[in-house]
């Protein structure tokens, strides 16, 4: 060898140099791939450490204790024989306090709507006996009452309006047993329009019976009225047989019945017996 002569250099072919750059790509990608795969799984590693210790606790965990050595348990007993039962008291909760209630107030005595019972054998004035009648009026038909006493002998008066309606009555409230009495009198008399004036007593199960006088509403004369109340006709309600011993009303109406003219007037009736 000639000195200060420099072997030659290898002269690489281009198939050569694309295989060495070939593999030198591959161990980089290679050693890339496994740096990404471990910093991954620390990270992972980390974040699962931090939850776990930064997670609140269950109820139902029992912290981790660590088991003292049996050396340092002095009494043997302990080392076996399980924790003692602790018994908590129940807490006594007081009763509500109640509102006293109220007592309620006393009942209102009912007014008694009938006049005495009627003893056999004996007559009597009804309107002397009768407290304030009760007026009944077909829709928009107007009545109004009064009970006047006059010379101690009370009459009767109804004021009645048949502009619109058909009828107007007034009823006096009794509990009597008329069985032992014969007949029935009266006096009436009227003002204003002409219209049909009506007597009627009802039982106890509804039953009418009764009479009536025709466009006598407005006569001014006094009509003397003596009545058997045997023959008293059938009106309506109950059975056709009134029970006079459950007599419970006495009715006195004004009706507006055929070629009656309606109107306003006035009925007063006088001297009700029964004999």
Known sequence: MIPNERPAHKILSPRRKRSLLSFRRKTDL?????????????????????????????????????????????????????????????????????????????????????????????????LQEARSPKREVDGPARLSTKMIDLNGEKELKLNYDLAQGEWVQASLSLRADLR?????????????????????????????????????????????????????????GGDTTLDWKRVRQIYFAVSKKKDDQGGRGRVTIRGVRFL
């Open 180 to 236: 032992t009495f014969s007949r029935v009198q009266f006096l009436f008399r009227g003002e204003g329009a002409s219209n049909t004036f009506e007597f009627k007593v009802v039982d106890s199960d509804g039953t009418n019976v009764g009479t009536s006088w025709p466009r006598q509403s407005g006569n001014t004369a006094w009509t003397v009225v003596d009545l058997v109340l045997s023959d008293l006709p059938y009106l309506w």
């Open 30 to 126: 290679a050693w890339f791939l496994l740096t990404l795969v471990m910093f991954s799984s620390g990270m992972t590693a980390f974040a699962l450490a931090g939850w776990f210790l930064r997670r609140p606790q269950q109820p139902n965990e029992v912290p981790f204790e660590r088991a003292a050595p049996v050396a340092l348990l002095k009494d043997p007993i302990a080392r076996t024989s399980p924790p003692p039962i602790v018994v908590e008291k129940p807490v006594e909760r007081k009763p509500a306090r109640q509102k006293p209630v109220a007592p309620p107030p006393p009942a209102k005595p009912k007014r008694p709507t009938t006049v005495k019972v009627i003893p056999e054998n004996k007559s009597f004035n009804l």
